[in-house]
RNA sequence: GGGCAAUUAGCUCAGUUGGUUAGAGCGUUGCAUUGACAUUGCAGAGGUCACUGGUUCAAAUCCAGUAUUGCCCACCA
């Protein structure tokens, strides 16, 4: 006998074993089966598990299981991100602070702080590994794979081969996201701003004011720029030179014109810093101007502040301020300025923009191949969403998709840290070799940056598909690898790419540019983005608020990672964040508690009559009106859930199912069935329910499956979904079994406005003519759960005196009216309205049922609804012309 | 500055091409409960669907505007 409690600790553990063992994760490539994929967002081989991962987690193992069911052939390739700089600077700061070692880099060096890093990663990865686990992700392990894996890294020079001889990828000197902290540049995209107060500082510069807040970078300034259409500065012309006193003495400027400049901002001068300023720097590649650099690379002023040379910009401000005001040059201070400043999203350090040799990948160059035409990777990106190839889940993200594309520059690709994919480029001397192996000879120094991480993300839903031996054979194209792999020619291009929308520009996006390019596949069929999980007071999580924070490793010892994955999946849709905590899990875990006592509740009843829970339902033999109306709305159910699951409705999904488990099922179906239980449907009902449940709650279902499986049945998680059948669809029979539900909860709200002892028995009357049968009927039942004694009165004549429900006498005799008893003129009243709405209705119908138009364009599955919808309207209309008419 | 969204019960949220009386969970109130389950059952209270207009036989749903909140992108020295 199953124990009184379900304790998810007890089995959870076991069950992944069991299917772990069994192999039933593992996807064969050789099958004529449809395959469906998804390949895993990596985590980043940096730390926990947390509520972020859970959620993927969740959706994902949803998905693959359904489709498993389904009897497709699923594959769920799991794996970890190297993750470059946060995991280079994780392990740093760890060094720095256990070991005392201020300079890790310069005191380790290269080898032995990689050495440090994978030791970390590998730990990491063990920890993540097991709390995938955890949650009941039912992903192929035996597929495992690592954004640092030789295969991988062999896909990564491959494409940056390719890109490079088709002059995608170019080298250059451009101003970069420099972080003088992490001693690397970062990409546009991992720039965040805050808004910081800080003096704004108004200078006379020669006849011109301006302003600034960093007067510590303005010593080689030598150009004052302002829109060409400001009259203010009509007097000077571009060009126009003249010299002035600046901080370090007299310096001659020129003036430029440019539109860059914005009249209406301060003075509508400024001069220029273009070697550490984005906009300055496209000014000065526009009229040729020369660039200076003033810090260095770790944040220092360099020779040309004289006496401030060698100084850290953070304390050289000051300095220059008590100069310049010695020598008279400030006119104001405006000490209330806000304005945003530049970090590094990546250990928050604040942006010095830099002017540096980097590697870029060019995303307006036309090269592509696409049918007739050759498209710029740009356009590629835009065409394959206009187009509809992959649909983004949901919609209006497209939107904000293509305005990312709008603004897309090109992308920096290299990095100046160690951890990561090293640039497949080698020089000697002069000499450059570019390629996916080291060239031959002595000499050759590979270039020492490695690329950003999301290069190799972005070949993910590929890369992992690759066949391991065969990347090891160096005669082989690129396109030989593809052709010869048999993963991926089986299961790319995926099914489902599931992920945050938090990262639809860093990674979607990046995946659709360059596995488009580099295979000629479109990555995916479907995007479905998760919103982020945030606290009761809709704050993010995160490690600084443990108080609100939800620990998913702490959740699931206590509730059960079922219950996790319910309360994470139902009342979250698409794209929009939800708030967690942990009262909602706690109700999903009283929910699948209720699922293991209804499924105790009928291995009792088979037991006490002596019937194998085992048994395969091949018949059910006579069925009552509750078995009927319960294997109705079972059918209806099946249908939608393969409705809602097609259409990734997890949430309302997941609530239709909690609903018809508790409120129908236990609450009514059981109830009703105490003491006259039909077994084979009592079985059949809850394999159903195990089967459409068990992608959201694996463990649970697939525990209790073992109790109800038919004997030449395997586990639940390769058994098949099920469908439904017609046969067993009686709508009538549910319509009945209302009356007998209404019925029933008339006399319990009766006895309590009455106040009738709870263990008395009542004498009811039931006053109905079109009712009495389904009432004889089930009259045990009602009486039963009822607590009375009923009496069926087929007249209504009595009861029309009466003119209302009625306690005949205190505790004695109730009246229930269910039919009959009517105010003519309300009744006639509510017709007319209902009359005129539906001819309303109707013609709308009409207006679209003729209109050519929508005929022609609407899917045959909408005309069909409009049709059925007219024909009940008409049915309707029919039905109250009569009334109306039997009335008058 | 540009864009995207949200506003529904005390709280958290569903509500999909406009269609009966706007739903759920939690909380709350009353009652019940000794054989599936107190991780329970039954019943109830609680809503001007942010506001103002418009379209329609019919609007939480479509349109316009207003207010508040959140997010994304860009960024001005």
Known sequence: MLPKAYNPQD?????????????????????????????????????????????????????????????????????????????????????????????????????????????????????????????????DWSREAYTMDPSLSRCVNEVFNKMYGDELIYRGHRIVNWDPNLQTNVSDDEVEYETVKDPFYWFQYGPFQIGTVRPETKFGDKYVVMHPDDERYKEYKHGDTFECEWINGKVVATVIKDEAVDPEFGSGVMTITPWHDHTDFEIAERHGLEKQQIIDFDGKLLDCAYEFAGMHIKDAREKV???????????????????????????????????????????????????SETLSLKEVMQKVIREKNITIVPERFEKTYFHWIDNLRDWCISRQIWWGHRIPVWYKGDEKYVGVQPPDGDGWEQDSDTLDTWFSSAIWTWSTLIDKDKAQDMSLSLQDLLDQSPDFQKFHPTSVMETGYDILFFWVARMILMTTYATGQIPFETVYLHGMIRTRDGKKMSK???????????????????????????????????????????????????????????????????VDPHNPVDSFGDLSLADRALLSALQDLIDDCAKGMNKYRLSETGEKLYSFTWDYFCDWYLEISKGQANHAVLIHTIRTILKLLHPYCPFVTEELWSQFKPLDASMLISDVWPVSDDSLRDQDSFNALQVVVDCISSVRKLRSEQSIEPGKTVQVQIFTKKFSKIISSEASSIQRLAKCEISIVGSTKELEKKNSVTAISKDIEICIPLEGLIDLDKEREKL????????????????????????????????????AKKETAEGKLKKISERLSAMA
């Open 321 to 371: 301020i008590q100069k310049l005001d010695k020598k008279g040059l400030i006119i104001k201070v405006d000490e209330s300025y806000e304005h945003a400043i530049a970090v590094n999203s990546r250990g928050k350090g604040k942006i010095e923009p830099q002017i540096r040799e980097q590697w870029f990948i060019d995303v307006n160059r036309k090269a592509i191949p696409w049918n």
């Open 11 to 139: 089995t959870e553990d076991d069950i992944y074993k069991m299917w772990e063992e069994n192999g039933v994760f593992k996807a064969d490539s050789n099958t004529d089966k449809e395959p469906f994929t998804i390949s895993m967002p990596p985590p980043n081989a940096t730390g926990q598990l947390h509520l972020g991962h859970a959620v993927m987690l969740a959706l994902e193992d949803i998905f693959i299981r359904y489709a498993r069911m389904q009897g497709k052939e699923a594959l769920w390739v799991p794996g970890t991100d190297h993750a470059a700089i946060a995991t280079e600077n994780v392990v740093i700061s760890k060094i720095q602070k256990e070991e005392g070692i201020k300079r890790p880099r310069e005191e380790l060096g290269r080898e032995e702080v990689l050495r440090r890093i994978q030791e970390f990663v590998s730990g990491s990865q063990s920890t993540i590994r097991s709390q995938i686990r955890k949650m009941g992700s039912s992903c």
């Open 832 to 867: 007319e309205k209902e009359q005129k709405q539906l001819e309303g209705f109707l013609k709308g119908v009409m207006a679209k049922l003729n209109n050519k138009k929508f005929v022609d364009n609407a899917p045959a599955e909408v005309l069909e609804k409009e049709k």
């Open 544 to 610: 600084s608020h443990p108080e609100t924070c939800i620990d998913p490793l702490e959740i699931i010892p206590k509730y059960g990672a079922d219950a996790l994955r319910m309360s994470m999946i139902v009342g979250q849709s698409p794209g929009n964040d939800q708030k967690l905590f942990e009262e909602k899990i706690a109700g999903y875990r009283n929910f699948i508690n209720k699922l293991w006592n209804a499924s105790r509740f009928v291995l009792m009843q088979c037991e006490d009559a002596g």
